[in-house]
């Protein structure tokens, strides 16, 4: 066993460590910046009609849910294609409404959830296109659907996912944006802007892992919290909430993510000097706002750690703890936002004595209701 860790102390950190690698194994052969081409061989029929769907509903669970709301957004923004992401769960006992031109894509690691593979049967007897974006090859979802691009991470052997998230996300970044090159609701300096970035991604998370000591560092103070929230806003939204499963999953402590905004419903009642508050605020669209609320944490005495981009002085100033990542584009930022999220919970779980490879009650594969 120790041979397969590759020299970690656990397979969660050398699958977190492994994100260069799989996050480019995913785009190999499918995303090539110079020539300016994405092409991906599983969808290759489907991305004409896929580029004219009315409604994309993605079904999934846990971890792979969260990838299908950063693809909401992907699509949205980069395709302008109506997006629903449904709990695999839920979808399959509401009856739902399926309309021609509706595609049905599920999201799963294991290729074996079982809810989601009877939401998918179920979206397929309505007479949805089903597709699927799996990790496992040959899986039974994989088997089950029309068509469908593999996320090529190989193995996830620790029971948080981690590589497997981030090779979702990049699936469902190289296929919005083929989409929306089909479309046409992009440009061409875009779709080459956006096509450079994805490239570049490899590169900055290896950047982002050279942090580790540092997040390490800032774990310690952290290991005894009884709480946690994690807030972003947009497209990381989703990236806060994937923070806090993370966190809850190996660390078992209390942790919730919100969008941003939403704090002043409720959350901001839990502030303060006890409570740590992560933010992602990278400078995108919504980075002002999140000012702001970084702000109001601070008027209340909450402990805050920050995504911030490399320079950005103003937060950095603001808050207890500051993780500085590159910038890139902000479509993208969830891959790079995510990686900091991870090791801090590794780090803080590790402090806390947990089995972080297999943390209690949970498994790798649900494949009971
Ligand atoms: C379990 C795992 C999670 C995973 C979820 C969905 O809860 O512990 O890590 O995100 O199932 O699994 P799937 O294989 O469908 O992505």
Redesign the pocket.
């Known amino acids: 066993e120790s041979i397969e860790k590759g020299g970690f102390e656990h397979f969660m950190l050398k699958e977190i460590f492994e994100q260069p690698k799989s996050i480019g194994d995913c785009m190999r052969g499918r995303l090539n910046a110079e020539t300016a081409h994405i092409q991906l061989g599983g969808l290759i029929n489907h991305l004409e009609k896929l580029a004219k769907a009315k409604r994309i509903v993605f079904v999934?669970?846990?971890?792979?849910w969260h990838a299908g709301l950063v693809g909401e957004y992907l699509f949205e923004e980069l395709a302008r294609i109506n997006v629903e992401v449904e709990y695999a769960s839920e979808f399959r006992y509401r009856n739902p409404i399926i309309k021609e031109g509706d595609f049905v894509i599920a999201i799963?690691?294991?290729g074996?959830?079982a809810d989601?593979l009877a939401a998918l049967e179920l979206a397929k007897q309505k007479g949805a296109t089903i597709l699927g974006i799996c990790n496992v090859v040959g899986s039974s979802i994989a088997r089950l659907t029309d068509a469908g691009v593999y996320t090529h991470a190989g193995p996830e052997i620790g029971?948080?996912?981690t590589k497997a998230f981030t090779a979702q996300v990049t699936v469902l970044a190289m296929i919005a944006i083929a989409t929306a090159k089909a479309k046409g609701t992009i440009d061409e300096g875009e779709y080459r802007r956006l096509l450079s970035e994805m490239a570049a991604v490899p590169q900055k998370v290896e950047e982002i892992l050279k942090l580790d000591a540092d997040i390490k560092d800032i774990s310690k103070l952290f290991t005894f919290a009884s709480n946690f929230i994690f807030l972003g806003r947009g497209i990381n939204f989703p990236v806060a909430l994937e923070g806090a499963l993370k966190l809850k999953e190996i660390s078992y402590i209390h942790a919730e993510g919100y969008p941003a905004a939403e704090m002043k419903h409720g959350p901001i009642a839990l502030i303060d000097e006890d409570m740590p508050v992560v933010f992602i605020a990278t400078k995108d669209s919504s980075y002002e706002k999140v000012v702001s609320n970084i702000q109001e944490v601070k008027a209340r005495k909450g402990r805050v750690i920050a995504i911030i981009n490399h320079g950005d002085t103003e937060v950095k100033n603001m808050v207890d703890f500051a993780i500085e990542i590159p910038t890139s584009h902000e479509m993208i930022t969830p891959l790079l936002a995510s990686i900091p999220l991870q090791l801090l919970s590794y780090h803080i779980a590790v402090l806390r004595g947990r089995n972080v490879d297999q943390p209690r009650n949970?498994?790798?594969?649900?494949t009971v209701e």
């Open positions: 999934a669970c846990g971890t792979s799963s690691q294991s074996e959830t989601t029971v948080a996912s949970l498994a790798k594969s649900v």
